[in-house]
């Protein structure tokens, strides 16, 4: 699990991650459920070039679903992070 994009799987945009990112100058990211948080810190410092102070993390357990013939389904687990980054730093997410 040494590849940044492996790591990171995708940016979560939604109106708490958005006051985050303003206010706290927070960003929240998916990634891969067996990284760590020394591995996710390496991560986003190689893809976007910024300074890491802290990442918190918190994992999530796939949701159950309803399928129209097999039943019962579950969606996939997730994990979380939340990247706080150095003063004067930003990230352009559009």
């Known amino acids: 699990m040494n590849e940044p994009t492996q790591i990171i799987?995708?940016?979560?945009l939604?109106?708490?991650?958005?006051?985050?990112?303003?206010?706290?100058n927070q960003y929240v990211f998916q990634?891969?459920?067996?990284?760590?948080k020394f591995e996710i810190k390496s991560a986003i410092e190689k893809l976007f070039g910024k300074k890491v102070v802290r990442v918190n993390?918190?994992?999530?357990?796939?949701?159950?679903?309803?399928?129209?013939?097999?039943?019962?389904g579950r969606r996939a687990h997730w994990k979380k992070?939340?990247?706080t980054l150095?003063?004067?730093?930003?990230?352009?997410l559009v």
């Open 81 to 83: 992070a939340i990247v």
């Open 57 to 72: 993390t918190a994992q999530y357990a796939g949701k159950k679903k309803r399928t129209r013939r097999a039943g019962f």
């Open 31 to 36: 990634v891969a459920t067996n990284a760590n």
């Open 9 to 12: 799987q995708s940016i979560r």
């Open 86 to 92: 150095a003063e004067g730093e930003k990230i352009d």
């Open 14 to 24: 939604t109106e708490k991650a958005t006051r985050l990112s303003e206010k706290y």
